[in-house]
């Protein structure tokens, strides 16, 4: 009895070894087979998916060295792959070093087979003649191949995106200074709406990155990217010391040139098939200098531009479903100037050490009056200050304005002087007084120069000049002394400003800059006749 016991307790020791070394030995089996069948079928699945991602795309090609197909985990990772635009095909659009594609395993949990990808180091490059080659194109976006292409890496829907450590650049017409985002991060989970489908925005997303060397950028969000007719997202969105001269890249026709500055900037956005808000808490600009330069080759284009802007302020103001707010905007130790290279004498007006603070703009009159304070130089000398209060209406915007520029060196002007009559000072100060209101379209107010202690005729400066035009300047300066102020020394002459500003085909602004242009130089440069 005892024997047959041992023998039968051997028996089940054995049975139990057999069954244990079969349990584990056949998925070990299994698993070299498909590890090992994995590098067999890396060159043919190689060669397969670069014919099949240059048979789709339109437009660009496609080089793929290197490919590798994980059995195991049913993933596909391609390596060096480059992608160019057959128009200009150097350099390559994309380089992805490594693009990782695998089943997510956490949306299989869910119940739905979607895919997971994982790009590391990606490098995009976009100069201005591949940009100028994509936007005239005439096939469609959805036409050129990029979705299907997605899919010939992978065929499952992507549900999770990450992006590390990308490069993304673009070079414009100044090639030594590109747009370069670096250290791109992006992590965008449930794309495909697999969790939490009943909520308005079940995706969620992060993006960090690096802006033109020395700013930083991040965006925490959701969204619905499923959503009809357009995708729905919502973020806040966060700068900090964004180098604002680089944006002359981005907009090289704009008549606009910058130089330093750096930008910090607060805020949310929504935009959603039903919903569009743009709320900027703070925006930040230091140190900045910018002009705005008028010329005779592009007066028609400025124009047109003047006239599209003001278009696009009426449609957006009291639009329902639109709302843009800016609750502060500061420009902090800037300078900001108007270049006019189409008078006869090309001259610069600015006001440098400017301190500007804005606040509560928005589109909608119902968040109430927007309000402006300045600060600053005119023409680097005359203590300037102004308020604005600004009142969005659909028609054009009420405004109130008070601007005071307290002795400020006449010297500077002298282009502007000989510009518009033909003279110029050898020592004077000017200031202004300035009261301005546009009230349901209709402009009023006045502008107030003074002179002080001008002198319009220099012997020394003035003798290589015709004796006609020392004359002139004789004529002009024996005006202003005899008009002086005896008790002040000084000149004074005013200009009252009428005028309608509701014609709807011509911008608000354009006509309130030029009323108050053509009042400013009548006023500023008297004559015979105005006295």
């Known amino acids: 009895m005892a024997e047959m016991r041992g023998e039968q307790f051997r028996f089940t020791r054995v049975l139990s070894s057999r069954t244990l070394r079969w349990g584990f030995g056949i998925p070990a089996a299994v698993a070299a087979v498909l590890f090992f069948a994995s590098f067999v079928l890396d060159e043919p699945l190689r060669g397969i998916t670069e014919a099949k991602l240059n048979r789709d795309l339109k437009g660009y090609s496609v080089r793929l060295p290197a490919l590798h197909v994980q059995l195991l985990d049913l993933s596909v990772s391609l390596k060096e792959m480059t992608v160019v635009q057959q128009a200009h095909p150097d350099p ?157 890249t981005a907009i090289p026709d704009s008549n606009f040139s910058i130089h330093g500055g750096l930008l910090s900037a607060s805020g949310d956005a929504e935009f959603a098939p039903t919903v569009k808000i743009a709320h900027l808490e703070k925006l930040e600009i230091q140190g900045m200098t910018i002009d705005y330069t008028h010329s005779l080759r592009t007066a028609a284009v400025e124009k047109k531009r003047v006239v599209a802007a003001g278009k696009k302020a009426r449609e957006l103001t009291n639009r329902p479903g639109i709302l843009l707010t800016a ?42 009056t927007a309000q402006v304070k300045l600060a600053g130089k005119f023409m680097g000398s005359g203590m300037t200050t102004a308020t604005a209060d600004i009142r969005p209406k659909k028609a054009g915007s009420d405004l109130d304005l008070y601007l005071k520029i307290d002795e400020s060196q006449l010297t500077a002007m002298n282009n502007v002087l000989l510009s518009y009559g033909d003279f ?17 379209g209709a402009i009023s107010g006045y502008i107030k120069p003074f002179f002080k202690d001008m002198d319009v005729y220099d012997r020394r400066k003035d003798m290589a000049r015709g004796v006609s035009h020392q ?51 009548k006023a500023m440069l008297p004559s015979f006749e105005k006295r």
Not at 128 to 156: C, F, H, M
Not at 174 to 180: A, E, N, S
Not at 338 to 366: C, E, G, W
Not at 489 to 512: C, F, Y
Request: overall charge positive; glycine content about 6%.
């Open 92 to 248: 390559p659009v994309a380089s992805f070093p490594r693009l990782k594609a695998s089943i997510h395993w956490s949306g299989l949990l869910a119940g739905k087979l979607v895919a997971e990808f994982r790009l590391d180091k990606p490098k995009i490059n976009i100069n201005l003649l591949q940009l100028r080659s994509e936007v005239d194109n005439t096939v469609p976006l959805k036409e050129r191949g990029w979705q299907q292409a997605v899919e010939d890496i992978y065929p499952l829907k992507i549900n999770s995106l990450k992006i590390n450590d990308a490069n993304i650049s673009y070079i414009g017409d100044d090639q030594k200074r590109p747009l370069i985002l670096s250290n791109f991060n992006l992590h965008a989970k449930n794309i495909r709406n697999v969790n939490l489908p009943d909520k308005i925005y079940p995706s969620s997303f992060h993006l960090d990155t690096a802006i033109f060397g020395t700013g930083q950028g991040r965006i925490d969000g959701a969204a619905n990217f499923l959503a009809k007719p357009l995708p729905g997202i919502k973020g806040r969105i966060m700068l900090e010391k964004v180098p604002v001269d680089y944006f002359n």
């Open 327 to 368: 609750d502060q905007v500061n420009l902090t130790g800037c300078t900001i100037g108007m270049v006019n290279k189409a008078a006869r004498n090309p001259y610069r007006i600015y006001l440098s050490d400017t301190d500007l603070h804005a606040k509560n703009f928005s589109n909608q009159s119902a968040r109430g």
């Open 424 to 440: 110029d000072v050898s020592a004077g100060v000017f200031s202004l007084v300035t009261e301005l209101h546009i009230t349901d």
């Open 471 to 521: 004359m002139y300047e004789m004529l002009i300066g024996g005006v202003a002394t005899l008009l002086e102020n005896r008790s002040h020394q000084e000149v004074a002459t005013r200009v009252d400003i009428k005028g309608a500003v509701g014609n709807p085909e011509t911008s608000t602004l354009q006509i309130v800059v030029e009323l108050v242009r053509n009042a400013f130089f």
